[in-house]
């Protein structure tokens, strides 16, 4: 919370250096460097898919005008509304919540798969053995985004993050941050 | 002389039953799944404290309220 020196927020929130940010198990000498979430570009499907839902219950009005009462298509907007909007909430909460976490001490990967699985993956900086990014195709190099994946001594568990923005950039950071 | 008394139910009347349940069992899965997500968003906060995470409270709430007045649309409405 202290370390509020050249923050910076970038796509989105899906990149933010010395971020305004608390960690559950934060320690008392550790800063948050650096918070990843999966690139904008990548969520597309979800806001895609509520339009085309969107689009789906306007037809829908259309075909069950003559079955139904007026209350009852009535009904069936306000819930199909409803619906539409969690499943946006839904999604917005998966992404915003699935982050990769930079300290100056270690790497946490936290996932909440499908909101109600909580993941936490974590790796001291003095563990790191390994960094590599992953960046392929025509969209993920037009956006700039990626896999990074960080390997670690011994048996302790190695961090993925997947679809991130300026993967090439966290590498750099956290390499800058393992030769300290 | 069965027949007769279930003649009430003529096909308008079973549809507008079976809506009303239908509506009744929907809305009452969405206040449940409401409830698991404000309850995991109160979690989610705990793990990661960002500013203005009191947003992410007010939303769920209102999830809530909203799935509470669509039982009650339910009943009276449908």
């Known amino acids: 919370m202290e370390n509020n ?38 969520q597309l499907h979800w806001i895609f898919n509520t339009i085309i839902l969107f689009i789906l219950l306007i037809v829908l009005n259309i075909l069950l005008f003559s079955f139904l009462t007026t209350r009852q298509i009535l009904f069936t907007n306000i819930f ?3 619906i539409l909007l969690s ?18 001490l270690r790497i946490i990967d936290i996932d909440f798969i499908s909101v109600i699985y909580k993941e936490i993956t974590e790796a001291r900086l003095d563990k790191i053995e390994d960094i590599t990014s992953k960046s392929g195709g025509y969209f993920q190099s037009f956006f700039d985004y990626g896999n990074v994946f960080i390997q670690t001594a011994g048996t302790e ?3 993925e993050f997947e679809n991130i923005s300026k993967p090439s950039e966290v590498v750099r950071i956290i390499s800058d941050l393992v030769g300290k | 002389m069965e027949l007769q008394n279930l003649s009430f139910l003529n096909t308008q009347t079973i549809t ?15 206040l449940v799944y409401a409830i698991v997500i404000a309850k995991q968003t109160q979690v989610m906060n705990k793990t990661l404290e960002v500013k ?11 999830q809530i309220t909203i799935g509470l007045i669509l039982i009650i649309l339910a009943i009276i409405l449908v």
């Open chain 1, 87 to 104: 499943y946006v909430w839904f999604n917005f909460l998966s992404w915003f919540f699935n982050v990769g976490v930079v300290t100056n």
């Open chain 1, 80 to 82: 199909g509304i409803v």
């Open chain 2, 52 to 62: 203005n995470n009191h947003v992410f409270f007010v939303i769920s709430s209102v």
């Open chain 1, 157 to 159: 568990i190695n961090i």
């Open chain 2, 16 to 30: 507008v039953i079976a809506f009303k349940a239908f509506a009744i069992v929907f809305s009452l899965f969405y």
């Open chain 1, 5 to 42: 020196n050249n923050q910076s927020h970038q796509l989105l929130h899906s990149y933010c250096l010395n971020p305004d940010v608390r960690l559950e198990t934060q320690g008392v000498n550790e800063q948050v460097l650096l918070v990843i979430r999966a690139h904008p570009i990548t």
